[in-house]
């Protein structure tokens, strides 16, 4: 059901935890003057709020302002925890190599033709096999940090691996890789289609959000979350109150409390504006 059709909702949360891509950003992946306002009102009340997404750090920056007074956000499916004022990766979890080297072997050898990048704090790493809509690294002016070559070269902190091949567009591929991947990774489902996002073992929004509420002394459920894709479903089961997106992907809307408007109607900020 639409929220304003929902349940009476008494307690005020102490934190306000959203996706950002398909739940509080708009179709164009922009925040809205309204949601823009909800935020505000969030901090005005002392209600903290904080960006947990996948999007790796190079992406957060245009962001920055729209960051409560802790400025920080928690990315890359939990790996990463970014400053956005002083523009770098203050916590991070990642990927042995040798489990990254063998999880590439593995998929390989199922999927001759995937190609692979890695999410590190420096920047990205990119195989020549590697494409994607999304990044445009290979249409626009590389990003920062870019180094390329085969993943097996790749050097620091790997909070995500990506593999992603010429496969149909839909999720069939991630849920093959994570059978191969088993418990050396996470794989999550994102919502880009044909693409398989592993994270380190025991990662997920879930549980960077509960060590950044742990330290705060904010318990699951003085949490309200938002989500829209089966990578924020730990998250959404572990917060106090979950907010599916209604255009979320069925497994969300199924698994989650409530069900809020959509992204293209400030379905985040309808819900944030009822608080009192």
Not at 148 to 176: C, H, M, Q, T, W
Not at 208 to 225: F, K, M, N, P
Request: aromatic share 6%; glycine share 12%.
């Amino acid at each position: 059901m639409l929220f304003g059709m929902m349940r009476p909702v008494a307690a005020r949360p102490r934190v306000v935890a959203t996706d950002l891509d398909g739940t509080l950003l708009d179709p164009r992946g922009a925040v809205t003057p309204r949601t823009r306002d909800a935020l505000r009102r969030m901090w005005a009340l002392g209600i903290e709020t904080v960006f947990v997404t996948a999007r790796p750090p190079r992406w957060l920056d245009p962001l920055a302002d729209h960051v409560g007074g802790h400025g920080v956000v928690i990315c890359a499916n939990g790996a990463f925890v970014y400053d956005v004022e002083m523009g770098r990766v203050v916590q991070a979890v990642g990927l042995e190599l040798t489990s990254v080297v063998g999880i590439a072997a593995d998929v390989r050898a199922r999927f001759p033709r995937v190609g692979f990048a890695a999410e590190r704090p420096q920047g990205p790493h990119v195989e020549s096999a590697y494409r994607t809509p999304l990044t445009g690294l290979h249409d626009v002016e590389p990003p920062p940090g870019l180094e390329r070559g085969p993943i097996e070269s790749v050097r620091g902190i790997i909070g995500k691996l990506l593999a992603r091949g010429p496969y149909p567009p839909d999720n069939a591929f991630v849920e093959e890789v994570g059978g191969i991947v088993g418990d050396r990774g996470v794989v999550a489902y994102s919502g880009a289609g044909g693409l398989a996002e592993i994270g380190p073992p025991g990662v997920s929004k879930a549980t960077a959000l509960q060590t950044w509420c742990d330290a705060r002394g904010i318990v699951a459920r003085e949490v309200w979350a938002f989500g829209d894709m089966p990578n924020d479903l730990p998250m959404l089961a572990w917060a106090g109150r979950s907010f599916a997106m209604a255009n979320g992907h069925e497994m969300v809307r199924a698994a989650a409390d409530n069900i809020c408007h959509g992204n293209d109607d400030d379905g985040v900020a309808r819900v944030l504006d009822a608080i009192e």
